[in-house]
Every structure is written in structure tokens, then in C-alpha cells.
């Protein structure tokens, strides 16, 4: 039997699925009456020990004929949830700070400079303008408690720029982070990474990731592989298909070739983007919906640094619509990962923000 509740922070644990590896845990960690809980890789996912916080969106739940079931006349609010307890139960906040500009929060401005990105409390969020081409963000030292900015992020001459929150902390000024722009005809997008070596006051562009795709490439997803290495994975689209595929960069970001396609496909008509994270023993895990039947959360594994991935491992496959998906994970300090998504249980239900706490399966 499947249990339901639109309370946040009640645990639920469901029995594994067919096919799926043992030990899962699915939680619910944001359900409401008339919501609808979205896209936490769009905000980020965050942890010091068994502290998680995850950002996603809280928009109004209307069933649409095409698209996410969202009325977009309504407001759509940037919360977050905080697990003090490995992502077992979950307690939603409404961070003030967090308020978007086009609905009365404050309009970004310059950044101060200095941030010290190794602060050991630190977070940084980048978000996309629902107004404005450019985009912004806010920068924590408080494990997510108080949001200070936004702050401006340049356009680079570019039409538009489609910030998520996706970064690499190279050194207490020195960060590197991954975005997506729009493309030459201005549709999203085009992935590309930039740099700031003085705590964000200023930023470089630094190089694309790839050509301009007539589909879209968007939404990356990057680990350190060593101090010249970095492997980012990228939501891609090319007429039906969907997939996830990789970029390598053995010079610190400044050239790029493209790698391998660790996801064939992700389903539905619309992909979803990955969640890629290296796990204590030197793997890479690669997490991310799955938008065709059985719909659901799904996960590949890499011994050799991306070079090769592993067979398909089934999290969940127990959602009721395409409708899901938007990952990020982290790995608890007993070795447990944590991946928070959106999910939903029908295709006219509400859509909410749940994780799934699972166990690695040994290396082969």
C-alpha cells in the first residue's frame, strides 16, 4: 500500500519497487493543498554532515493542457526545506531574502566582491530573472538560515542568460561556475562556464561547452575531477530525443571535448537533467528523472572517472505523470546519498518536493 500526506517532514518509507536496489527510502519533504512543489536543480542542494538544505520552487497547482500544471498568473515563491537528520524528515522555510524581484523583493545590484567561498557555513544560489535577461545571485554563510543579495551576474554580451545553481569552489575567491545561455535565435540555450578570482566581484567568461545545438543543451551538472580535470553533464535535446551526455576539460574549464553519453535517453518529450556528484569511494554517481512509463527517478554509476557508466538502476518508478525529475544529491556522512526531486503521485494531483535516501551498491 502506497501511504500519502500533504504534510512536510512526515517520513514515508516505501517498500523497494521491482527491479530497484534494496534499502530505499522515499520521503516526502514538501506536500500542500493547491501547490506545487518544483525543480530543486533550478536552486541547489546543500549539506554540512547530516544538515541538508534544498532549495525548489512553491507555485500555485493548476492542471494545464500542455506543460507543468502551474498557474502562471499567480506568484511563485522561492522556498527551501532544511533536514537536521540526513533527509529523514524535513522542515519547510519561507527565507525573506528570497522574495524574487518581479514580485516585490529587492532588484539586484553590484556585487560587493571578497566573498570567502570557503566560509565553512557558505552557499551560493543562482537564479534566473523572470523580468530581466540577465540573471542574479545570493550568497549565504549561515548553512542557508539568512540570504544576502541578489547580486547582478554579467550577460556577456550574450541575449540571455538562464542561471541554475551549479559551482565548483576552487578557493576562498576563487569559484567556477556553469550556466546556460540563450542561443544565437534566443531560445535556450548553450552551456557555458565563467570564473571569478576576487570573491565575485567580477566574473570572466571562460569557455563554451560544445557548439550551438539546434535543440537545446541546458542545465549542467559538474564535479572536480582533479586539480586540471572537470566533468560536467548536460540535459540535451536534438528533435525527439532526449539523453544526457558529458564534456571533459583537462585544463581547468578552458577547452572542452565532449566526452560520452552516460543517459541514452530520459524519456518523455522533454528530457531531464542530471544530478552528477562523486561519491567517497572515488565513483561518480549520475542521478535524474525519467518522463516515459514507468515514470520515476533513476541513477548510473562510473569506477572510472565517467569514462564508462553502468547499467540503469531503477530509485523509483511509481509517479503518475511525466511531470517529475529536477535532481540534486548529496552523500550523507555513513555514505547513504540523498537525492531530492519533484514528484507527483497523479497526473491531477500536486506536484511536491520528495527524496529518496539510498544506499550505493558495492563496486562489481
Known amino acids: 500500500m502506497r501511504l500519502s500526506s500533504f504534510a512536510a517532514g512526515v517520513l514515508f ?7 530497484a536496489i534494496p534499502g530505499v527510502q522515499n520521503v516526502t519533504v514538501f506536500h500542500e493543498p493547491g501547490r506545487f512543489g518544483g525543480w530543486p536543480a ?6 554540512w554532515g547530516n544538515e541538508v538544505v534544498v532549495g525548489f520552487r512553491a507555485a500555485h497547482f493548476k492542471v494545464m493542457p500542455v506543460g507543468h500544471a502551474v498557474d502562471r498568473q499567480k506568484p511563485q515563491d522561492e522556498w527551501q526545506a532544511r533536514s537536521l537528520d540526513g533527509g529523514r524528515t524535513w522542515k519547510v522555510e519561507k527565507p525573506p531574502g528570497l522574495l524574487r524581484p518581479e514580485y516585490g523583493g529587492p532588484r539586484p545590484v553590484d556585487p560587493p566582491g571578497d566573498i570567502n567561498f570557503k566560509h565553512p557555513d557558505f552557499a551560493l544560489m543562482f537564479r534566473a530573472s523572470g523580468d530581466d535577461p540577465a540573471s542574479r545571485y545570493y550568497v549565504s554563510t549561515d548553512r542557508c538560515r539568512t540570504w544576502k543579495g541578489p547580486y547582478k551576474f554579467p550577460l556577456f554580451g550574450q541575449k540571455q542568460i538562464m542561471a541554475r545553481t551549479d559551482y565548483l569552489v576552487n578557493g576562498p575567491h576563487d569559484i567556477t561556475v556553469f550556466m546556460t545561455a540563450a542561443k544565437t535565435n534566443g531560445r535556450e540555450g548553450r552551456v557555458f562556464c565563467s ?9 570572466e567568461f571562460v569557455s563554451w561547452l560544445g557548439p550551438e545545438p539546434t535543440g ?5 551538472s559538474s564535479v572536480r575531477l582533479g586539480k586540471q580535470s572537470i566533468l560536467t ?3 540535451r535535446k536534438e528533435g525527439e530525443e532526449h539523453w544526457i551526455e558529458a564534456y571533459l576539460s583537462e ?12 543517459v541514452p535517453s530520459t524519456g518523455g518529450n522533454v528530457g531531464n537533467p542530471p544530478s552528477l556528484v562523486k561519491i567517497k569511494d572515488g565513483r561518480l554517481a549520475l542521478i535524474y528523472g525519467f518522463r516515459s ?8 554509476l562510473s569506477k572510472d572517472r565517467g569514462a564508462t557508466w553502468g547499467n540503469e538502476i531503477v530509485l ?4 503518475g505523470c511525466w511531470d517529475l525529475g529536477y535532481p540534486r544529491t548529496v552523500q550523507r556522512p555513513d555514505g547513504k546519498l540523498v537525492t531530492a526531486y519533484y514528484y507527483n503521485d497523479d497526473a491531477n494531483q500536486e506536484r511536491y518536493i520528495a527524496a529518496t535516501i539510498w544506499d550505493v551498491p558495492p563496486p562489481e
Open 251 to 262: 585544463d581547468d574549464g578552458k577547452t572542452w571535448r565532449l566526452y560520452n553519453r552516460p
Open 42 to 47: 533550478n536552486h541547489g542542494i546543500w549539506s
Open 293 to 300: 512509463a514507468p515514470y520515476g527517478i533513476r541513477a548510473r
Open 195 to 203: 570564473r571569478t578570482r576576487d570573491g565575485g566581484r567580477t566574473w
Open 316 to 319: 523509483r518508478d511509481d509517479a
Open 216 to 220: 537545446f543543451a541546458i542545465m549542467p
Open 233 to 235: 553533464t548536460i540535459r
Open 13 to 19: 518509507v516505501l517498500p523497494a519497487l521491482a527491479g
